[in-house]
């Protein structure tokens, strides 16, 4: 029985690893769940028809991996390589099969020459070399070869080449050298057409360049209903800068006109008597597809019928642009179940959605949403369990509409930004209400802000307009509470105002449906208050009577905050990877605020960040809570970070082993949280540290799981104390963490 398979490269290089070359190896090993324990194989033993039979080792499926490695070598540039096996005995019966690989010394490409007879296209492969995969003196790689190949063509096709595709670009290898290097010879093969009879002589001519002549726009398009729909056309021009005539659009449609034209129009890169061109090609499918309002986009081209007004020594083409649209109205209804940090919850909510509410392809979003959870509170008396329904005691109502407006929403000219990364516009809006034993709070919020794409990995989110309005009424049994606290636990629950900024800058180099490691990294930048004192003063507006400053009687926060999210992901496989994690933030208060909003402070623990501390119940610093209600905790500065070893179980089950380690802490002393005040000499020692191991369900379209997370530092225990394990009889305390999708 065939119980594991290893390959060992004896002289090994950088350029051949020994998973690729395993996964080139024929017969595997029965599936072992976690990698430890052959289930299945088990079950098999038992039931006989159930399971997973044993894999019996098979010597010609050995045999034929070896060639199949010997190929890939060849590929790579490692001619005649060695490869040989050995197999070991293990109880007589189960067996082992190392492949033992001995690298050749790799080819290398000494020269590289062009034979390519249509001049205008060598001019183009010559002029762009410098952006060649081809290299002298790089190892000879069958894979780069072919990926040259896609290169060149799309080359071409963005010069007008329609039709060239990569079947007419070939290689002659001359390896005759006898020093293991080689002259490589890249030819490109005009258009062959055969002659009219077997005994003619086939014909040679040039590829030809394309050029744009029409573009008609399907907005309304109905598959196999065109030829019984009475269609009007419309003219539309587009005036560029920096272009002398208006690029001319033709709209075929069934009246009335669905959407203005001109939101077509200027995500449209196809434009008359220019040379086709692949990438614009692309790019109108991707600017079209943003709109958010089609179902489906197909752009086809044919060669011109009507060349009257054209000109006769050129080639052109008709672009027909189908757009299908998706419902204009949807609704939808749901309900869900939550756990904010072992608080268990349930939540309602209904959503409307319009996706073209002013013609102009704007997406209305509407959520009415309520909610009900079992949060812990500070209330003790027995009547404070009057309002519960149920074991809920917190009840969340609240509405929220937002509006995207896919253009930059400003008076100025929309061509003073390049066409590919026009910013698009959202407004939001809410109002939220909360009840809870110790207080009510409303908040209402409204947001105003662009985004746009820098480069295909480059991405940024401006809101100049952020406010929120916080109001808070408390009980009489909270406000006894709260006089016995500091002023700035006291402002958690007071009235305020935000009224800022921010901006986001993100960077992902992820490629969809390839196997490569990536780094994700998002800045933010908040600012608030500055612009509203600077009026107020200039007002006049006078202090209260504690010294600060309010706009309708509501004192307004300032404050400035930054924080940075680094993420880097090694795919080692399709089914294993590791997740590294990086946060630091602070956020500091100034002028008219003395604290940091409850809301806009950091915390710690939850299904995301510390998953062995409950949500908000981390830190700050070393502070231990012995009084006789819990305190949720937010602090200035946060610096968390985060492993995660993710591998697959079976089918749509996945596992992952994690750690974390991290904390908040307060900028300055503050005695409602004793010991939790940043210092470079003491920080390292308050770095809470857990580990755990997950499950998750992968449905694809969203992820289940399950963290259960074990504590190893506290930095609430005493100094000297602070590591969990085997210092008392109940170290052992795991917290159950639910969530969807990953935590990072």
């Known amino acids: 029985m065939l119980i594991k398979n290893k390959v060992d490269i004896i002289n090994p290089s950088k350029n051949v690893s020994a998973g690729g070359l395993e996964g080139l190896i024929q017969q595997k090993p029965n599936k072992k769940f976690l990698g430890i324990f ?43 390589s060695e490869v040989s096996d050995t197999i070991r005995y293990k109880k007589k019966k189960a067996k082992k099969v190392i492949y033992l690989i001995s690298l050749s010394k790799p080819y290398r490409i000494r020269n590289i020459n062009y034979r390519i007879p249509d001049d205008s296209i060598k001019n183009i492969v010559i002029n762009n070399n410098s952006n060649s995969l081809l290299k002298p003196d790089k190892i000879f790689n069958s894979n780069t070869l072919d990926k040259e190949r896609s290169r060149i063509a799309q080359l071409l096709n963005d010069n007008g080449y329609f039709r060239f595709t990569k079947d007419y670009i070939y290689y002659e290898v001359d390896s005759a050298l006898n020093n293991r290097q080689i002259d490589l010879t890249l030819f490109i093969k005009n258009i062959i057409i055969p002659g009219s009879n077997p005994d003619q002589k086939p014909l040679e001519e040039n590829h030809k360049i394309y050029y744009i002549n029409e573009v008609f726009i399907y907005p309304d398009f109905l598959p196999f209903m065109e030829d019984s729909i009475k269609n009007d056309t419309l003219i539309e021009k587009l005036k560029q800068r920096g272009y002398p005539e208006p690029n001319l659009y033709s709209f075929i449609y069934c009246p009335p006109l669905k959407i203005r034209p001109k939101v077509l129009t200027r995500s449209m890169f196809l434009e008359g008597n220019e040379k086709y061109n692949a990438t614009d090609v692309r790019q109108t499918y991707k600017k079209i597809n943003e709109l958010r309002i089609y179902k489906y986009v197909n752009i086809n081209f044919r060669k011109s019928n009507d060349t009257t007004n054209l000109n006769p020594n050129l080639n052109f083409l008709d672009c027909t642009v189908q757009l299908t649209r998706n419902p204009l109205n949807s609704y939808s209804v749901g309900a ?38 079992a949060q812990k509170t500070f209330s003790t008396s027995e009547g404070s369990e009057k309002n519960d329904f149920l074991f809920f005691n917190t009840f969340e109502t609240g509405i929220e509409a937002s509006l995207y407006i ?48 820098e480069t295909r990995f480059k991405k940024h ?64 930048v908040e600012l608030a208050g500055n612009l509203l004192n600077t009026l107020v003063k200039a ?100 610096l968390e970070g985060n492993f995660e070893y993710r591998f697959a179980i079976y089918k749509i089950f996945k596992g992952a082993f994690f750690y974390d380690i991290g904390n908040i802490w307060l900028l300055s002393k503050n005695e409602t949280y004793p010991g939790g005040e940043f210092q470079f000499s003491s920080f390292p020692g308050e770095l809470a540290m857990d580990v755990g191991v997950g499950i998750r369900l992968d449905l694809n379209y969203f992820i289940f799981r399950i963290d259960i997370a074990q504590k190893l530092k506290d930095p609430a225990l005493p100094q000297g104390q602070r590591w969990v394990i085997g210092n008392s009889k109940k170290w052992f305390n795991p917290v159950f963490n639910m969530g969807i999708g990953y935590p990072f």
Not at 471 to 484: G, Q, R, Y
């Open 406 to 453: 896919p253009k930059f929403l400003a008076p100025i000219s929309q061509d003073i930004f390049s066409r590919y990364f026009r910013p698009k516009t959202t407004i939001k809006t809410g109002y939220n209400f909360q009840n809870r034993i110790e207080y009510n709070r409303i908040i209402t919020n409204v947001t105003f802000g662009y985004e746009w794409s």
């Open 539 to 638: 007002w006049g507006g006078p202090e209260n009577a504690e010294g600060f400053r309010t706009v309708f009687g509501i004192r307004y926060s300032q404050y400035s905050k930054t924080n940075f999210d680094l993420r880097y992901y090694i795919l080692i496989n399709k089914d294993h990877s590791l997740a590294f994690r990086s946060f630091v933030g602070v956020a500091i208060p100034y002028g008219n605020s003395v604290d940091i909003p409850f809301e806009k402070g950091y915390y710690g623990g939850g299904a995301n960040g510390m998953r062995a501390w409950a949500l908000r119940y981390l830190g700050p610093g070393s502070y231990h809570n012995i009084g006789s209600h819990n305190i949720e905790r937010v602090g200035d500065i946060m």
């Open 336 to 373: 869900q179940g939550t756990n904010s940090g072992g608080d268990l919850g349930i939540t309602g909510y209904v959503v409307y959605k319009n996706k073209n509410l002013f013609r102009g392809a704007e997406v209305l979003n509407i959520r009415f949403q309520g909610s009900m959870e």
């Open 461 to 524: 989110e401006l809101h100049p307009i952020d406010i929120n309005l916080i109001k808070v009424n408390t009980t009489p049994e909270f406000d006894s509470i709260l006089a016995n606290e500091s002023q700035r636990f006291q402002n958690q629950y007071t009235d305020h105002m935000i009224f800022g900024l921010r901006y986001s800058y993100i960077f992902n180099n992820q490629e969809i449906n390839k196997i490569k490691n990536f780094f994700y990294f998002r800045g933010n």
């Open 38 to 80: 052959p289930i299945k194989l088990w079950i098999h033993g038992i039931f006989k028809k159930s399971g997973e039979p044993p894999v019996i080792l098979d010597l010609s499926l050995v045999n034929e991996s070896k060639d199949q490695m010997r190929k890939y070598l060849d590929n790579v540039g490692y001619f005649n």
